[in-house]
């Protein structure tokens, strides 16, 4: 028997859940298939948002050939053998889940087919696809974020499978709250309704189901940790949490259990990567060069030696006084810029390359720093409108406490540092 996620795969865009800027009216997806018109792509999301589900709606409404295949399992020479079925109909559609598995190798062996349009590819990844696909073949290929589902469309989905698949629909239960069904897919529609089948398999018809009992059932049935599949997410989460909140030991169990589980030595990198930058960053600078020297030599030397070169960095990081200062500073003012639109650069800012813009007043009153004592000149750099905005918190701990002081001297009269 299929699993439900599988039996409530929609048949048509209408019936697609989530992604409005690629399926919505005016989606840019939904266009290219009226227009017939689809070019290479690739859809770039976590798991569980629509991303195999696109690629069949895309074929079966330009009615073309579809292949699929998956990187962890398939190789150059599986590739070879749909390319070669489709030179006789070049509309083909290959779809690649996971295309960031393919090393660089695999990854040219689609080059050719793709540019000469013998193949439409549509490749997914939960990866970044600038790090992992090679650029050559990303330069030929348009590349769409799809985003978690939020609460209101894991509802639809909820209420769809309890209404609308036959298995389901026979035990008539009952949804009282929703709460810990929403909490536990943590937006990934896959997730959800794997959840809704385990519980319904788990209770008695017309049960009601309340956020204690759906709890209770998924903790009873906590999986092993699996690379390709839902744990793998859990588990990462875990880690840089452990991380994050300076527990070394609780650090070094995640990632054993991740090294136990085969996964990939990049994927590890990279997240403390990210992690020594945004929960650690100028507290200690020191951080994001051990992260990025980490990441460098995993990749050289793979398992598994490696394991020594993570458990290292891992405990550094997990021991390393903590600040988000600049990650939350980037999130505000991109909400900044969100809410308060394009505010024009200040004319004494603007660069003044012609004589007509010097009569206009660019670059008019700016002060060049270091023609004053200490290297400053208190000027204003921020739009009219948004003079005086802070930022940047530097925080309390001792490293970023001296960028607190230093700015609380420098911008005494403009910022309450």
């Known amino acids: 028997m299929q699993p439900l996620a599988e039996r409530m795969r929609p048949k048509t865009l209408d019936d697609f859940v989530g992604q409005p800027h690629l399926t919505g009216e005016k989606g840019v997806l939904r266009k290219m298939i009226a227009n017939k018109n689809v070019p290479s792509l690739i859809f770039w999301g976590p798991p569980g948002v629509g991303k195999t589900t696109l690629a069949q709606l895309i074929a079966e409404n330009l009615d073309i050939p579809f292949f699929t295949l998956s990187a962890i399992s398939s190789g150059v020479k599986e ?12 509309r083909t559609l ?18 050719g087919a793709v540019e000469k349009g013998i193949i439409t590819l549509v490749g997914a990844t939960t990866e970044n696809p600038s790090f992992e696909v ?12 799809l985003n ?13 499978a309890l209404e609308q698949d036959k298995i389901i629909k026979e035990k008539n239960l009952k949804l009282k709250e929703f709460g810990a069904f929403y909490s536990l897919s943590g937006g990934d529609g896959r997730k959800l309704l ?10 008695d018809p017309l049960t009601e189901l309340t956020d204690v009992l759906v709890t209770e059932i998924v903790q009873r049935n906590i999986a092993i940790y699996d690379k390709n599949g839902e744990q793998h997410y859990d588990v990462i989460s875990a880690f840089i949490k452990s991380i994050r909140g300076s527990d070394p030991n ?20 990279r997240r403390l990567l990210i992690l020594s930058s945004e929960d650690i960053g100028n507290a200690n600078p020191n951080a994001l060069l051990i992260a990025t020297s980490c990441f460098q030599a ?8 490696s394991e020594i070169i993570l458990a290292q960095t891992v405990t550094y990081l997990a021991t390393s006084v903590k600040s988000n200062a ?40 700016y002060m060049y720093s270091h023609d004053f004592e200490g290297n400053f000149a208190e000027q204003e750099f921020l739009p009219e409108k948004l003079s005086g905005t802070i930022l940047f918190d530097p925080g309390n701990n001792p490293r970023e406490n001296e960028m607190r002081q230093r700015l609380k001297h420098l911008w005494a009269k403009r910022y309450k540092y």
């Open 134 to 145: 090679v650029s050559a073949l990303l330069s030929r290929c348009q590349v769409y974020v």
């Open 148 to 160: 978690s589902l939020d609460e209101l469309n894991l509802r639809l989905l909820l209420d769809r």
């Open 298 to 305: 995993v990749n050289m030397i793979g398992y598994p030696e």
């Open 79 to 90: 590739v070879r053998e749909i390319i070669e079925k489709a030179r006789y109909n070049p």
């Open 194 to 203: 794997n959840l809704l089948e385990l519980v319904a398999s788990s209770v």
């Open 250 to 269: 609780a650090a070094l169990y995640w990632l054993a259990r991740m090294i136990e589980g085969g996964e990939d030595v990049s994927f590890i990198a």
């Open 94 to 111: 290959l779809f690649i889940d996971e295309i960031h598995r393919f090393n660089k190798t695999q990854q040219d062996a689609l080059l």
């Open 326 to 365: 600049s990650y939350l500073g980037i999130k505000k003012a991109k909400k900044l810029v969100q809410e308060a639109g394009y505010q024009p650069v200040p004319l004494a800012l603007r660069n003044a390359p012609t004589g007509l813009m010097k009569k206009q007043g660019y670059g008019s009153g």
